[in-house]
């Protein structure tokens, strides 16, 4: 797995989280999919003011996401040019102060918004900083669309080697290498 400090660290779990709201919100638009809990989504992935913070909030957050699934879905072929552009246009819509603060049982951390700021505020302000981290760092090289031909869930790739083939589902991996084992076995 990279990861050099803890700053590495944070960044790939904001980006995870961000992933996973992604996909998850993604499916909404399937008449099959299964209901969004994004306040329990973001909780989970560590945001510990997700608990508390309004319905409203919760609400803004799903949509302003919602408004740029296209444009996540799309890191994998994303041009660096653009991307930048896009992330500097969302940045300059939020009231970004950035300070350093330990609360809640975790460690010091950077907010990058004041402490009056809502909720749907600062979680996009962490997403956006950590997706203008890791376009400085790797460009999009580490974001990839599923290998499994039913699946366009968008991974987030930090193996050494950047093989990483398959959304986070793990019944993708194993359909995809099913089949492709019976067709061996067909060919022989």
Same mark, same amino acid.
């Given at each position: 797995?990279?990861?050099?400090?803890?700053?590495?660290?944070?960044?790939?779990?904001?980006?995870?989280?961000?992933?996973? %709201?992604v996909n998850a919100l993604s499916d909404v638009a399937d008449p099959d999919g299964e209901p969004v809990d994004v306040r329990t989504l973001l909780h989970e992935h560590r945001f510990s003011r997700a608990a508390g913070a309004s319905?409203?909030?919760?609400?803004?957050?799903?949509?302003?996401? !919602?408004?740029?699934? #296209?444009? %996540?879905? !799309? %890191? #994998? @072929?994303a041009e660096a040019e653009p991307t930048v552009a896009w992330i500097n246009t969302q940045l300059a819509g939020i009231h970004i102060t950035p300070s350093l603060t330990a609360h809640d049982g975790a460690d010091l951390h950077i907010h990058w918004t004041p402490s009056s700021a809502t909720f749907d505020d600062q979680a996009i302000?962490?997403?956006?900083?950590?997706?203008?981290?890791?376009? &400085?760092?790797? !460009?999009?090289?580490?974001f990839g669309t599923c290998a499994a031909t039913d699946c366009e869930h968008l991974f987030y790739d930090v193996t050494?080697? !950047?093989?990483?083939?398959? &959304?986070? @589902? #793990?019944? &993708?991996?194993?359909?995809?290498?099913t089949a492709e084992h019976r067709s061996r076995q067909r060919a022989t």
């Amino acid at each position: 797995m990279y990861v050099t400090s803890g700053h590495d660290t944070e960044i790939r779990l904001t980006i995870e989280a961000l992933v996973d %709201l992604v996909n998850a919100l993604s499916d909404v638009a399937d008449p099959d999919g299964e209901p969004v809990d994004v306040r329990t989504l973001l909780h989970e992935h560590r945001f510990s003011r997700a608990a508390g913070a309004s319905a409203a909030a919760i609400d803004r957050i799903e949509e302003r996401i !919602g408004a740029m699934i #296209p444009t %996540l879905r !799309g %890191l #994998p @072929d994303a041009e660096a040019e653009p991307t930048v552009a896009w992330i500097n246009t969302q940045l300059a819509g939020i009231h970004i102060t950035p300070s350093l603060t330990a609360h809640d049982g975790a460690d010091l951390h950077i907010h990058w918004t004041p402490s009056s700021a809502t909720f749907d505020d600062q979680a996009i302000a962490d997403f956006l900083m950590a997706l203008a981290q890791e376009l &400085c760092d790797h !460009g999009t090289s580490r974001f990839g669309t599923c290998a499994a031909t039913d699946c366009e869930h968008l991974f987030y790739d930090v193996t050494r080697n !950047g093989s990483r083939r398959f &959304c986070s @589902d #793990p019944r &993708c991996a194993s359909r995809t290498h099913t089949a492709e084992h019976r067709s061996r076995q067909r060919a022989t």
